[in-house]
């Protein structure tokens, strides 16, 4: 039985936790994903592969006021277990229940009823220019995107925009080597290449390793982030590596 899922009533709730604690909240989301995916289709591998990534970003930001934006839509589970909605997922997929999708009349949280691929970026893009023309350029935007909904063409748009733009966006891609299928393609086999090439391992090593020495800061509770993502922030691209990270590692690039 869940012990302490039970009362994350808001991300709020999670500031307070211990890393064992995190660790243990993790598990016990992945469980109640199981519990919905062996009564009913549901989403299953693309959310049992961004709980700790989920948890990382509501731990970072502040999305009561920064904007995050699920791309594709259908990812969003974990956040929903975290936002208010635990005590409702087993209605998830059902007449009358939660959506499987991001729908703002559930919560805040959700900005918008997203289900196809690809239009993550230049929505962030969108709410990050519209911030600061009405003086909220400490808001920041966060999209995170699936491998499978990277190579469309909208977002090879956005990034180009993001790049001359210079806004304060921050872009993850969650690369579980899956869309509806398994994903095939140029860019796929690209992203296969730098996975397993010795110079990308030897740095995320290294990486690993330095984020280990940076001074805790404001966000100085370590916790789990998922393994391998990809980031671009403002142009600027890099990765963000290893199972256990620090928080305060990943304020390098904010």
């Not at 956040?79 to 059902?94: D, E, Q, S, V, Y």
């Not at 090879?156 to 210079?166: I, M, R, S, V």
């Not at 110079?199 to 090593?205: E, F, S, V």
Request: neutral net charge; contains cysteine.
């Amino acid at each position: 039985m869940a012990e302490i899922l039970p009362s994350i009533l808001s991300p709020a709730d999670l500031r307070g936790l211990s890393p064992e604690q995190l660790e243990q909240l993790a598990a016990e989301m992945r469980r109640s994903l199981c519990e919905v995916a062996a009564t009913r289709t549901a989403h299953f591998a693309s959310n049992l592969g961004v709980v700790e990534l989920c948890l990382a970003l509501h731990r970072v930001f502040d999305f009561s006021r920064d904007r995050l934006i699920w791309d594709t839509g259908h990812q969003i589970y974990p956040h929903k277990l975290i936002t208010g909605r635990f005590a409702r997922f087993g209605t998830i997929r059902t007449k009358g229940g939660l959506m499987g999708y991001p729908n703002p009349e559930e919560s805040p949280y959700d900005l918008f009823m997203t289900g196809h691929a690809g239009s993550s970026v230049s929505t962030a893009l969108g709410l990050a220019s519209g911030d600061d023309l009405c003086g909220h350029g400490d808001r920041r935007s966060v999209a995170v995107i699936g491998d499978g909904a990277l190579p469309s063409g909208i977002v090879f748009e956005a990034l180009n925009n993001a790049g001359f733009l210079k806004k304060r966006l921050l872009v993850i891609l969650n690369d579980n080597r899956m869309s509806i299928c398994p994903r095939v393609g140029a860019l796929a086999e690209y992203l296969d290449c730098i996975r397993t090439n010795p110079w990308y391992r030897g740095i995320k090593h290294q990486a690993g390793e330095i984020i280990k020495g940076v001074p805790m800061g404001r966000m100085a509770e370590p916790e789990d982030i998922a393994r391998g993502a990809l980031f671009l922030a403002s142009g600027d691209a890099g990765f963000v590596t290893g199972q256990n990270l620090a928080v305060n590692g990943g304020s390098a690039f904010l």
